[in-house]
């Protein structure tokens, strides 16, 4: 039971860390909040989607809002000061709901391996980009929620040969509603497919497919018809997709920057160093704290996750019910990739991190699964280092 007990505890951690956040937090701070909250408002007192006359996330699907603005509505009774901050009490729940079905993922993938299961949920529980995106009015934790059911769902259908239509029928309607939050998450759906075709369970995966489809496919023709784009309709450069960024953007390191001084404007549309210091620190400047120290902190971590990724996405090839996971960290590199390039701004600001939190849940197994692999007094000496650090992070993980 010590496993049990550890990952109690770690997830009451991170019920105190994120829950002073959420009072601590501002409702109106955060990533693009006024458009959060204008879009929730509209949608629940008015039952309207915003459209593009006005700077608004008329591009993202509607499920989110209508939740938070529910909450909204509910605070605007019990809460009347700030009927907003509901909606961040309601990713606060979503946050301790995916560290619960981590936990579970990683027993499913790793039942006798205790230290990958802890190593997992403490990199979740203590990763900043976690606990500042779940600190906001925003949609990106739900939609990292319902991809982390997808993945157990179905790591569970292809680990256990249990192909029923309704656990088919379960996971696609996961995968469709997080569709219906954020289009980041076609990541998962893209690893869930790859997965079942690797095993060639072609009926669950037809059933998975349909469901999704059921769910998603009124908003994107919805969005389709309305704008041409059923995903992000931006304007951006007539040009080839690669002549659209410069070479730095793929290849500028931002040093020394990105340890010295890692904030807005420093390496300014340089994706390695900008989507680092927004992981493990506040690149565009909406949170508190020593940046610099997280720059640093997070170099270790960093380097065991990316280790652990490639050694078990080379492992997992025959291992179908460990596939979409491993498949899903690299997958999301190569969207974000495609949608910072695809869509440059002056200013860098769709290098954010936030765009990849339904990935973490992926990266954290990996992070996991290399702790678990290093010799056994290493291993000691680097989760006592990671805990320490865990410990000096602290004072910027609260806001």
Known sequence: MRPSFAAAA????????????????????????????????????????????????????????????????????VHPGD???????????????????????????????????????????????????????????????????????????LGRYDYRWQLAVATGAA????????????????????????????????????????????????QAIEYGNPVFDRPTKHEAIWNRRPARFYVGLGLPAVITDPIRPHFLNEAIPTTYSEVWGDYFGVWRGSRESQSILGFLPTLLAIVGWAVLLARSRRDFARLPAALLPGLGILGYLYFTISYPTPDGDVLKASYMLTTAPAWALAFGYAVDRLPGRLRLVVVAILAASALASLPFLLY
């Open 175 to 222: 995968l469709g509603m997080a569709q219906l939050v954020r289009a980041f998450s076609l990541w998962t759906f893209a690893a869930v497919v790859l997965g079942f075709a690797a095993a060639r369970a072609w009926r669950p995966l037809l059933v998975i497919v349909a469901a999704t489809a059921v769910l998603a496919a009124p908003w994107y023709v919805r």
């Open 83 to 157: 009927p907003h901050k509901l909606g961040q009490v309601l990713n606060w729940f979503v946050l301790l709901a995916t560290a619960v079905v981590l936990w579970l993922l990683a027993r499913e993938l790793f039942p006798r391996r205790p230290w990958l299961q802890l190593s997992a949920l403490a990199f979740f529980c203590f990763l900043p980009v976690v606990l500042r995106v779940g600190a906001m009015f925003h949609p990106e934790p739900l939609s990292m929620l319902l991809c982390a059911v997808a993945l157990l769902l179905a790591s569970r259908m």
């Open 10 to 77: 770690l997830v009451a951690a991170l019920a105190l860390v994120a829950g002073w956040n959420v009072y601590a937090y501002p409702s109106g701070a955060g990533y693009d909040v006024r458009q959060h909250r204008e879009y929730a408002d509209l949608l629940i007192h008015h039952g309207q989607i915003p459209g593009p006359e006005s700077r608004s996330e008329y591009y993202t699907p509607p499920v989110f809002y209508a939740l938070a603005g529910a909450a909204t509505v509910v605070g605007e009774h």
